[in-house]
């Protein structure tokens, strides 16, 4: 018997309805399931390294997709699924995202896919997330960490819902056999994400 029908009953025998109590169907929270909105462009991967120790290169990676699950009542039953074209990196500068494509970097005709896929989320004291989950990247996969928090959620214009989240994480180029000498300062790659979700 599931929540709802319980409590259904429970009032009918004591002369109560939910509606009385001012519930609804909807009131009893369960996981929703999301579609990550790249088609609007309101969801991104962004990531920045350090150049020679002096200053920040910036990209990003314009194709992408996947889905989330969050469950807002119990956050250790939210999950997030994403996979990114590896070829669609973007730093603004074609000579270099060429060389990112290459053999020396992302190798995007052997290793055209990147995936992150959660394996554990853990809501904090201050309602933050810890994310662990397993990232492909050039063919490795590890396990890391992604420090995440809730932006917002609510209906939208269109007669939808939506929910959006950021994470950041860091990791190293050389824990994912990349290892082209890019000097001692650009040995780790900050990545940000940015989902927006359209309930499903």
Known sequence: M????WLK???LATGLSIASLG???????????YQIDTKGMHASVNFKI???????????????????????EKPSNSKVDVSIDTDSVNTNHAERDKHLRSGDFLDVKKFPKA??????ITENADKTLTVKGDLTLHGVTKPIE???SKVGEGKDPWGGYRAGFTGT??????????????GPASTEVYFQLNLEGVRQ
């Open 115 to 120: 995936t992150f896929v959660s394996t554990e």
């Open 146 to 148: 992604i420090q995440a």
């Open 169 to 182: 994480t860091l990791i190293k180029l050389a824990d994912y056999g990349i290892t082209y000498n890019l």
């Open 23 to 33: 519930l609804s169907a909807t009131a009893v929270a369960a996981p929703t399931n």
């Open 50 to 72: 350090q150049h020679l120790g002096y200053s920040w290169l910036t990209g990003r990676f314009d194709q992408f997709g996947g889905t989330f699950v969050y469950d807002s």
């Open 2 to 5: 599931n929540t709802l029908t």
């Open 9 to 11: 009953r429970t009032f």
